[in-house]
């Protein structure tokens, strides 16, 4: 029986010791206050590549990592404001690894960016690319995601309200703007700025701003640029995990209040996290008063949930449902003069799938299927406040109610492979579609008088109509990009392009479909026009890219980018019926694509105590939508045909924008670093030699910081913008203004269970009466706000 149980032994001891695996753990701490740092991403990664581990510290700043094969591995540490570490180690026991970070304070470009369709650091991106981390969206009074970009170089703001806002990158609008929320696309009507308004803010981990032409990587309309809003999440992690957080905040200005709860939890195989937020606002005062009709109110939840399906198979769900109520809004292009308009419901839900497996060849590295659903509902309440009195008459319209539902799907393949050392491959196809429903009610009361002017008799009607016909449009593009890196990876050249196959579709409309009298409905009233017929179009639209970023030293590269974009017109743009009485505002389903052509020249530094980056551009723009005077040569439903002037949208307009941002920062002593940032662009129509309209004026930033360890950071700037005197025919100048704002915040503040930290600023300290060119020319707002003092709070458990 012993010498069984000893063959036993000898034959499994080889397997038992081969199977040994180990585990390493320990404490990540700040290497100048010895805080316990939370949060650090911490990586274990295989000489030979074939084995990963990870792990996050917790609030204690422990972390874990087990199960790990003997070998050779480098130890890594990712932390938001610190110097990434990473060192040699061998695993062939159990041990204790505690970790030092060294504080970061300037960025020297080694944050991971996914916005050119793959993961790497923006020091080693050619294209102009701007990050906004949590960071400095938790030092921020951060109304909307706009007034977080608005910080930073050649992005400006534009609003039609405190909560509907939109932006513009080196003067090209939201509608030559990509505007992406994890990767997925955000499509819904540009006529009223809110496209940068369905985010919970502090739900927010990063925003991304690729600068210039990105068509031949996102398809139609990214011209201008890409805006991808990366929203938190939770992880996997060697070990188990549960650990929430509960934020809070006030802003004086608006006496806005906002709260949100989050939890997250998860393992080596799967994680969970769930959130849920809410804001509230009143009207917004400026030195000037009171903006009325300003208030909003709204509330979001977001999920998302993990699985390690197999070791390199990973599945991601995502969920996220935004809801604005009793929204006003106060100025905006598409409301006529004295009108009072509000949304009565401003809602986003998005469902999202992801799918990736990695390495699954020496050359083939990862293949990526991802599927998302959004719809959008928005609908407006708007009160005319005008009467139109004639000797018989008086007509009232007392209420319209326009409503749209915005419903796209999208799908995406992608493979990525690397054929040598020094290469990188893209190829991959994606898929999306728009459906939009409109409809309107106009509650109008018509006043019949007598010969003296006494009302006899009142008719109430209620005209239904269909803004836009029921429509759609589609996208399906297949795109290519090759990375390859010569002369010991100091120069990377990356050559793309992109095909796209565009079709729209639309129903037949009418310019108005039911009328009710006096509670009579009509469902075939008399003299309708037919502003639409049925029809199906197709296009065909092409983009390319060229980047070159050339390494002249370790801390000193520049860039090359030129590239060719597109934009197929919109369902607004293709078949908007507005009637004016005397005039209609019309679409064009005919409508061509407007092309682009760009070039970015830019220069970086990267040193540990200065960051330096700037970039000289020039976009030529041809076939540019512009509304052009015409007639409408209408049918009516009895076969009669007729004519009205109109102002019809028409390719006709070349353009051509021309300018230079930059944005620098400098540790110049110990702790503190003066930063600073400014921009200049040009608009010309090239055909009329006139102005473009919308161009932001020549402006900047400068501040400086300062962080005592362990106890307090505090930030002062100074914002200044140039008079605007070259504008377009019916836009107003703008003049220049200064304007001072002041931050602070506390170092994480540990009590029991959980931590505690800070924020807090003024903003417009001087309450400076001032006004944004964008914001002036859309519409009634004519003063920003006042002087606002926010306070913020965050708590981790």
């Given amino acids: ?303 998302s949930f993990g699985l390690k399906v197999k070791e390199n198979h990973t599945l991601e769900l995502k969920y996220q449902y935004f809801d604005a109520d009793n929204v006003g809004i106060p100025g905006g292009a598409a409301l006529p003069g004295p009108s009072t308009a509000t949304y009565t419901d401003a809602k986003r839900q998005m469902v999202s799938a992801n799918y990736e497996i990695k390495d699954i060849s020496e050359s083939f590295k990862s293949l990526n299927f991802r599927y998302f659903h959004q ?92 803004p836009i016909p029921e429509s759609c449009f589609g996208s399906a593009g297949l795109y290519l990009q090759n990375e390859q890196k010569f002369f010991n990876d100091d120069l990377k050249l990356i050559i793309g392009g992109r095909l796209d196959g565009i079709r729209i579709a639309n129903e037949q409309a009418f310019d108005y479909d039911y009328l009710i009298m006096n509670g009579t409905r009509n469902d075939s009233p008399p003299n309708q026009r037919i502003t639409f017929e049925e029809n199906e179009e197709y296009k065909l639209s092409w983009s390319a890219n060229l980047g070159i970023l050339y390494a002249l030293t370790d801390d000193l590269n520049f860039s090359l980018n030129a590239g060719r974009s597109f934009r197929a017109p919109s369902l607004e743009e293709s078949f908007k019926y507005i009637d004016l009485g005397s005039m209609v505002r019309l679409g064009d389903p005919n409508l061509d694509p407007e092309k682009g052509y760009s070039l970015d020249i830019g220069m970086r530094v990267w040193k540990p105590k200065f960051q330096f980056k700037v970039n000289g551009f020039i976009n030529w723009l041809s076939d540019m939508i512009v509304e052009e005077s015409g007639e409408f040569i209408y049918s009516y439903t009895t076969g009669a045909v007729d004519t009205i002037p109109a102002l019809i949208n028409a390719n006709v307009d070349e353009a051509r924008l021309y300018g230079v941002d930059l944005s620098f920062q400098y540790n110049f002593y110990e702790s503190f670093v003066v930063h600073g940032a400014g921009s200049y662009v040009r608009g010309e129509n090239l055909k009329n030699n006139t102005n473009l309209p919308l161009i932001t004026p020549a402006n900047g930033r400068i501040g400086i910081r300062y962080s005592l360890p362990k106890y307090f950071g505090v930030d002062i700037v100074a914002i200044g913008f140039a008079d605007q005197d070259k504008v377009a025919d019916g836009e107003r100048e703008t003049k220049g203004f200064a304007r001072f704002d002041f931050k602070v915040n506390s170092s994480l503040i540990k009590i029991d269970f959980a931590k505690f930290q800070f924020f807090g600023g003024i903003e417009n300290i001087g309450d400076r009466a001032y006004t944004n060119h964008l914001a002036t020319n859309r519409g009634a707002i004519s003063i920003e706000p006042g002087r606002n003092f926010y306070v913020k709070m965050k708590v981790l458990f």
């Fill in 1 to 303: 029986m012993m010498k069984t149980a000893k063959l036993i032994f000898l034959l499994l001891f080889p397997l038992i010791s081969f199977s040994q695996n180990y585990e390493i753990k320990g404490i990540v701490v700040d290497s100048e206050t010895n805080e316990k740092l939370g949060g650090v991403h911490v990586q274990l990664i295989g000489k030979t590549y074939t084995s990963n581990y990870y792990a996050i510290s917790n609030l204690q700043g422990e972390y874990v990592i087990s199960d790990i094969e003997n070998g050779e591995y480098q130890i890594l540490t990712s932390y938001v404001g610190y110097k990434k570490t990473q060192k040699d180690i061998t695993i062939n026991s159990n041990q204790n690894i505690d970790l030092l970070l060294e504080k970061e304070l300037i960025d020297i470009g080694e944050v991971i960016v996914s916005s050119m369709r793959q993961e790497q650091r923006i020091k080693d991106v050619p294209a102009p690319l701007e990050i906004v981390d949590q960071k400095q969206i938790e030092l921020s009074s951060s109304f909307t995601v706009s007034d977080v970009l608005e910080q930073e170089s050649g992005v400006s703001m534009a609003r039609d309200g405190v909560w509907a806002t939109g932006i513009n990158i080196r003067g090209l609008n939201q509608q030559r703007i990509v505007m992406l929320v994890d990767g997925n696309r955000i499509e819904t009507a540009t006529d009223l700025m809110a496209s940068m308004s369905f985010f919970d803010v502090d739900d927010i981990e990063r925003i991304e701003i690729i600068k210039g032409a990105s068509s031949s990587l996102y398809g139609t309309g990214a011209m201008g640029g890409i805006v991808n809003v990366i929203t938190k999440n939770a992880y996997f992690n060697s070990s188990n995990y549960f650990n929430g957080s509960f934020n809070a905040g006030y802003n004086s200005v608006n006496e806005l209040f906002t709260r949100k709860l989050s939890f997250k939890s998860g393992s080596k195989r799967w994680y969970v996290s769930v959130s849920g937020s809410m804001r509230d606002a009143n009207d917004l005062n400026t030195p000037e008063g009171i903006i009325q009709n300003s208030q909003f109110e709204d509330k979001s939840i977001s999920a």
């Fill in 375 to 466: 719809y959008i509902v928005r609908d407006v309440d708007l009160i005319p406040n005008i009467s139109t009195p004639t000797e018989t008459s008086i007509t009232t319209p007392e209420l319209f109610t326009p409503s749209g539902d915005h419903t796209t799907d999208g799908a995406q393949i992608q493979t990525d492979w690397s054929f040598s050392e020094n290469n990188n491959f893209i190829a991959g196809i994606d898929v999306w579609r728009r459906k939009l429903e409109t409809s309107r009610e106009k509650y109008i009361r018509v006043d019949v008088l007598d010969s003296i002017g006494d009302i006899v008799t009142t008719n109430n009607i209620i005209r239904g109509e269909t």
